[in-house]
């Protein structure tokens, strides 16, 4: 089991940017894929990014080219690097954990707010 809390959220501006934090604890797995989900006011929980334990990230379109995830293996600490806010992205913001293709492990979120 890793244990995750997420830290960073807070009320932008439209155009702001924003880094968030992920710290994870516990027992870790030797090779393992951090991710960052959202969900908005009554809307589904979407994925947002990840990374592999190797490096290589992705990312959802709505995101591409303004979000950057990156990772600190000695902090065992994942970011999510957030420029250009939009309203759009007021959502509270996941991290989960995953040894494989399933997600497993995940922190309560912290909320992001952008104001218009």
């Known amino acids: 089991q890793v244990q995750l809390v997420e830290s960073g959220g807070g009320l932008v501006q439209a155009g702001d940017s924003l880094r968030l934090s992920c710290a994870a604890s516990g027992r870790t797995f030797s090779r393992y894929a951090m991710g960052w989900f959202r969900q908005a006011p009554e809307k589904e929980r979407e994925f947002v990014g990840r990374?592999?334990?190797?490096?290589?990230?992705n990312y959802a379109d709505s995101v591409k080219g303004r979000f950057t995830i990156s990772r600190d293996t000695a902090k065992n600490t994942v970011y999510l690097q957030m420029n250009s806010l939009k309203p759009e992205d007021t959502a509270v913001y996941y991290c989960a954990a995953a040894s494989g293709s399933s997600w497993s492990d995940w922190g309560k979120g912290t909320l992001v707010t952008v104001s218009s």
């Open positions: 990374i592999s334990w190797s490096g290589y990230t």
